[in-house]
């Protein structure tokens, strides 16, 4: 248990001691000493009205309250920019590739998200379990029905979270209970827009689910919902797995490509993340590039629903940006750890291999700055807001055998991505408060 000084005190002033590590910028692929890394090590953090103000080797004076974490990894929180609320019910679903299973799982599980209860109580256990896997703000898929998007807002801003989400379209090729029309998703999405975007740490996506459950004329008001506002951004999947290329294909005959679908209507623009992307071709890649959206990697949910292994140099030398997500429920893990772990064994499989420096700033800085949001989080530079997540660096006798015999520091934080998980977390803080400690067990981020 860290040693905490003054833990009564109403100063608004934090110091945390520990190794801390960010990013200045983006380190070069296969980069193993890389200048873009700031690493300082046994130094503390300090933070003023919820706000990074600055760090320093030397102990603070007592005007700071400090929190001594010696010997522990502090981290910018990380953000998953692909993830979705209702399926963690479904988590680890058997035996299903993409179509299947939505049809199987992810749209009985959604349906129940029509009644306000199961949407508020979703929405908590959903924020509280990123939380304590260290991931402090993220891109989120509810579902149909506006009742469990305002219950995700609601929930983000009682803990004062960075979220961003909106309600998803379906008009076509879903269960009776999971369509909408056009002109009413259109009211209701001007509804959110109207409540939620821009209040607090939430911003509003305008999100089709995926081309196929849209029609034509649905996409098109998606579009001009973004053309409407510049500050909107935009989710959705794109080249997943083979049947669902086929499947665009016979739906919109006339497009170039899968991607074209969504560009031809104005959906692809700097706020816009569209996940996974795995059969994307050249072509494809520079209208991405030009547009400003960007990739959201899903290596776990990839390899789990067998849909297809994604060339990250290719689509990185393409100039399109590319952050790392959970996908949870496809992918199996909340922890983005085991998903950049996961994301090495794919990259090894084409003989590239992914470096702990390009993998951690893929989940922080650079997914800060792919959502636009590198003025507010990702890194340690003074202004942001303090989400910050202090971890163990070895948990067990393995992973600490292993943390003892490293021989740099590139090969240290690779063992720790590689052996880590949520178990090692030891708190999170959003915005300098507290949200999760696994000291006393219990998620603090409504009352600290």
């Known amino acids: 248990m860290p040693r905490e000084t003054k833990e009564n005190s109403p100063s608004s002033r934090l110091a945390l001691r520990g190794d801390l590590l960010d990013f200045v910028g983006a380190p070069g692929w296969g980069e193993l000493d890389s200048p873009t890394v700031r690493f300082q090590p046994d130094s503390w953090l300090l933070i003023e009205d919820g706000r990074l103000a600055g760090s320093q080797a030397q ?20 953000i998953d920019t692909h993830v979705h609320c209702p399926q963690l019910d479904v988590i680890a679903s058997y035996g299903a590739e993409l179509l299947d299973w939505l049809h199987r799982y992810t749209f009985p599980a ?13 929405a908590a256990r959903f924020l509280d379990a990123l ?15 506006k009742v469990s998007t305002e219950a995700l807002f609601a929930a983000a801003e009682e803990r004062g979270m960075r979220l961003i989400t909106g309600k998803v379209l379906m008009d076509r090729h879903a269960p009776p209970a999971l369509l909408d029309d056009v002109a009413g998703a259109e009211r209701d999405c001007i509804d959110l827009i109207q409540h939620w975007h821009g209040r607090a740490r939430l911003a509003y996506a305008v999100t089709p689910r995926f081309a196929p459950t849209s029609s034509p004329e649905q996409l098109a008001m998606a579009g001009a919902l973004c053309r409407a506002d510049a500050s909107l951004y935009m989710q959705t999947h794109v080249a997943e797995s083979r049947d669902e290329m086929r499947w665009v294909a016979q739906l919109f005959p006339s497009a170039r490509s899968y991607l074209d679908v969504y560009a031809a209507v104005g959906l692809l623009h700097p706020k816009a993340v569209l996940a996974h992307g795995i059969w994307l071709d050249a072509a494809d890649r520079r209208v991405l590039a030009d547009s400003g959206a960007h990739l959201a990697f899903c290596p776990s949910s990839n390899l789990f629903l067998g849909s297809g292994l994604l060339d990250w140099p290719a689509t990185a030398e393409a100039g399109v940006k590319v952050s790392v997500a959970s996908d949870v429920g496809g ?11 996961d994301g090495y064994k794919v990259q090894a499989l084409a003989g590239h291999r992914l470096s702990a420096w390009t993998a951690l700033h893929a989940a922080t800085r650079g997914a800060a700055e792919a959502l636009g949001l590198a003025s507010e989080i990702g890194h340690f530079g003074v202004g942001t807001l303090a989400d910050v997540c202090v971890w163990d660096w070895a948990m067990g006798p393995v992973a600490q055998a292993r943390d003892a015999l490293v021989e740099s520091l590139h090969e240290r934080v690779f063992a720790w991505m590689s052996l880590s998980d949520e178990r090692n977390l030891a708190c999170s803080y959003v915005a300098g408060r507290q949200a999760f400690t696994r000291d006393i067990s219990r998620n603090l981020a409504r009352g600290s």
């Open 110 to 122: 959604e349906c129940r998200y029509a009644d306000p209860a199961v949407a508020q109580q979703g």
């Open 331 to 341: 992918g199996t893990s909340l922890s983005l750890q085991r998903n950049l772990l």
């Open 131 to 145: 939380l304590a896997h260290g991931t402090t703000a993220a891109v989120v898929f509810p579902t149909v029905h």
């Open 59 to 78: 102990e603070p004076d007592d005007s700071w309250r400090k929190a001594d974490h010696s010997g522990r990894l502090i981290l910018p929180g990380f």
